[in-house]
């Protein structure tokens, strides 16, 4: 059974860090490419950031390029997201997803495997 769970988020103020984890069960981790998503109240879930099966690879939605930072250890099944800077905008439910593709995808649709999520709450 495959799991993901994430942690780290909570309440902060703008201009501050979090970093989010994501740990990973039930599957080669180092197999799938990963990724982060948000979804604000009344929302989409839109794409923030994937990274390749080695972790060379990244990529990033354009309202957190220079910001947040995705990285994974496959040795501890885990992922991150590093995001500094943060913004009253930021605010959303943050999903790590799992993907067996081998192209990185920012779709929605496209992702084998989501977690439950984390509430990331920037106030201004």
């Known amino acids: 059974q495959v799991q993901l769970v994430e942690s780290g988020g909570g309440l902060v103020q703008a201009g501050d860090s979090l970093r989010l984890s994501c740990a990973a069960s039930?599957?080669?981790?180092?197999?799938?490419?990963m990724g982060w998503f948000r979804q604000a109240p009344g929302k989409e879930r839109d794409f923030v950031a994937s990274?390749?099966?080695?972790?060379?690879?990244?990529n990033y939605a354009d309202s957190v390029k220079g910001r947040f930072t995705i990285s994974r250890d496959n040795a501890k099944n885990t992922l991150y997201l590093q995001m500094n800077s943060l913004k009253p905008e930021d605010t959303a439910v943050y999903y790590c997803?799992?993907?067996?593709?081998?192209?990185?995808?920012?779709?929605?649709?496209?992702?084998?495997?989501w977690g439950q999520g984390t509430q990331v709450t920037v106030s201004s």
């Open positions: 039930g599957l080669t981790f180092s197999r799938y490419i």
């Open positions: 997803a799992a993907d067996s593709r081998i192209i990185p995808t920012t779709r929605v649709g496209e992702y084998d495997y």
């Open positions: 990274i390749s099966w080695s972790g060379r690879s990244t």
